[in-house]
């Protein structure tokens, strides 16, 4: 699940940003001003997850994305990603973030201890359901999304501000801002 965000307009803030000649420097004030916007979407992501474990709630974070990973289209060298989502960890499996999100059609899971062991237990329950064929289908509880959604403005608010400073720590001038 991916959506772009393409901030057109910012014809000072892309000037100053041209203007530092160190493009690591630049690249980097670009990176770190989205993560830092990038930071409101985790809050609220994390307020609007359904609550079970409490799993899936710490798995949410927000990442850089990684140099040599295939490129967006019309991504450039002054391009940056930052990514909000669910990282899956050994300690922390949450390869359900996205049966949550979206929800699932109606199937049938074959429930074993090995699906125990990889945190399937809420299919389980009480019931005794080991070994048993079952039918499911999960509603869809978006929390990404709407995160999102709901963020735009003030994300794209913090972005700016948060690049305005970086660009003048590095630029060693004021930016003017409109």
Known sequence: MSD?????GFKELDKALAAITDTA??????EDALFDA???VQKTAKAKVPEDSGKLRKAIRRYRGKAGKKKLAG????????YVGTKST????????????FGTKLHSVELSLKAVRRGVTSLVSKKGRFGK???????????LRPALDENR???LKRFKNALIKRIEKA?????KKT
């Open 25 to 30: 420097m630049a690249q980097k004030a670009l």
């Open 133 to 143: 064929k079952v039918t499911v289908k999960a509603r869809a509880k978006p929390f």
């Open 4 to 8: 772009h965000i393409r901030v057109e």
């Open 75 to 82: 991504s450039g060298k002054q391009d940056a990603q930052v």
């Open 38 to 40: 990038a930071q409101v």
């Open 90 to 101: 050994k300690k922390n499996p949450v390869f359900y973030a996205a049966f949550v999100e």
């Open 153 to 155: 403005d003030k994300v």
């Open 171 to 175: 630029w060693g001038k004021e930016v």
